[in-house]
Structure formats: structure tokens, C-alpha cells
């Protein structure tokens, strides 16, 4: 049975950094794209970032140059390092794998 565990979530100033991983367990990792959402209250779902078995990387552009998204398939986790953090940043962020999703961890960015 896939499990998908995230971790790193919390509270963090604007202008700060987070670094979210993702645990993958019961299958074959290294093959299948990783995929970051996030969902903001009254929002719907969107994507942050994903990335490929062969590493090609894909950003919102609302992202682009503050996120990256990187997997590390010997342990079975991908990252999601975010710097420079906004307000607008605060959402549940749910990792992706295949047509799994994790439970979600919350981000929450303060002024």
C-alpha cells in the first residue's frame, strides 16, 4: 500500500523560508512524477510545482524563483524548498506522487 507523508510545515514570517518534504513508501519512487498543491481557504486547489523521473521541473509562475523542487529517490522524498515567503503564500500544501496525494501540511505566512 503507497504512503505519502509530508513534513515541514508551520508558521514563518514573510520574507522566510520552509523546506517541506514528502516520504514515500510501498512502491518504486524514483519513477513517476512529484507534485506539490497547495490550497488556500475560499481557494481552489492549484499547482505549485511537480517534477519528472528524469528531473524536469515545472513552477507556477507565481513561484518561479522563490520554490524549488527537488526529489531525492534513494530516500524516497521529494522537497519542496521555499524561500522568500509571502502572505499569499498560506495555504495547505499536499504532496503528490502517481495519482497519490498526502494529508496535507499547512503553511502559514505572517506580515
Known amino acids: 500500500q503507497v504512503h505519502l507523508v509530508e513534513f515541514g510545515g508551520g508558521l514563518v514570517q514573510a520574507g522566510g523560508s520552509l523546506r517541506l518534504s514528502c516520504v514515500v513508501s510501498g512502491s518504486i519512487f524514483s519513477v513517476g512524477v512529484l507534485g506539490w498543491y497547495r490550497q488556500a481557504p475560499g481557494k481552489q486547489r492549484e499547482l505549485v510545482a511537480s517534477?519528472?523521473?528524469?528531473?524536469?521541473?515545472n513552477y507556477a509562475d507565481s513561484v518561479k524563483g522563490r520554490f524549488t523542487i527537488s526529489r531525492d529517490n534513494a530516500k524516497n522524498t521529494g522537497y519542496l524548498q521555499m524561500n522568500s515567503l509571502k502572505p499569499e503564500d498560506t495555504a495547505v500544501y499536499y504532496c503528490?506522487?502517481?495519482?497519490?496525494w498526502g494529508q496535507g501540511t499547512q503553511v502559514t505566512v505572517s506580515s
Open positions: 503528490t506522487w502517481r495519482e497519490y
Open positions: 517534477i519528472t523521473t528524469g528531473g524536469s521541473t
